[in-house]
């Protein structure tokens, strides 16, 4: 089988091994936006494919909490 990735995945990847803490999908949204990466529409839409991400084994975290935060695999 092989494994797909959403397309924008490596600029949230990238958004987040820049970040120095973990990010909310707003705050991620809007990094992206700055990037002028227009890939995601909205805050949900960014936090379920990070999701679906963490729930596949990706190198993302879902940081418990409201609202939940990403961050990359191995970065605190």
């Known amino acids: 089988m092989i494994a ?4 924008g995945f490596e ?10 803490e973990p990010l909310t999908a707003r ?5 992206l936006r700055e990037r002028e990466v227009d890939a995601f529409d909205s805050s949900y839409r960014v936090a379920t494919v ?5 729930e596949r084994g990706g190198p993302v975290v879902v940081v418990e ?3 939940y935060r ?3 695999e191995g970065r605190d």
């Open 70 to 72: 990403y961050r990359v």
């Open 11 to 20: 600029e949230l990847y990238d958004v987040l091994a820049d970040a120095d």
């Open 4 to 7: 797909t990735r959403h397309s």
């Open 50 to 54: 990070l999701g679906k991400i963490a």
């Open 27 to 31: 705050e991620i949204l809007d990094r």
């Open 65 to 67: 909490g409201s609202p």
